[in-house]
Nanobody
Framework: QLQLVESGGGLVQPGGSLRLSCTAS????????IGWFRQAPGKEREGVSC????????YYADSVKGRFTVSRDNAKNTVYLQMNNLKPEDTAVYYC?????????????????WGQGTQVTVSS
């Protein structure tokens, strides 16, 4: 069974950092692009970042550019989202999602496999 599992969420103060992990089971991530999405209460799901297969091209939403960094470790079958200088508006459930090879913008329907989500709360 193909699965993606997120971890690393939690409560952090404004200005703090968290690193989310997205680990695959049942398949290898080598040929998959992984996107990160988030959904805050009462808001639509939005794309945050994506890393492609192959050359590992990366993409970011304007709201997180310069603060978030996506990376992958194919040997560990894991993609990471390093989140620095977190703001209260970053509070949301974060999901990772997979699609074959290339990132395809931040349209959630383009992604085939989804994790269960991990809560990130930024509050003092």
């Amino acid at each position: 069974q193909l699965q993606l599992v997120e971890s690393g969420g939690g409560l952090v103060q404004p200005g703090g950092s968290l690193r989310l992990s997205c680990t695959a089971s049942g398949f290898t991530l080598d040929y998959y692009a992984i996107g990160w999405f988030r959904q805050a209460p009462g808001k639509e799901r939005e794309g945050v970042s994506c890393i492609s297969s192959g050359d590992s091209s990366t993409y970011y939403a304007d709201s997180v550019k310069g603060r978030f960094t996506v990376s992958r470790d194919n040997a560990k079958n894991t993609v990471y989202l390093q989140m620095n200088n977190l703001k209260p508006e970053d509070t949301a459930v974060y999901y990772c999602a997979g699609r074959y090879y290339y990132c395809s913008g931040f349209s959630s329907y383009e992604y085939d496999y989804w994790g269960q989500g991990t809560q990130v709360t930024v509050s003092s």
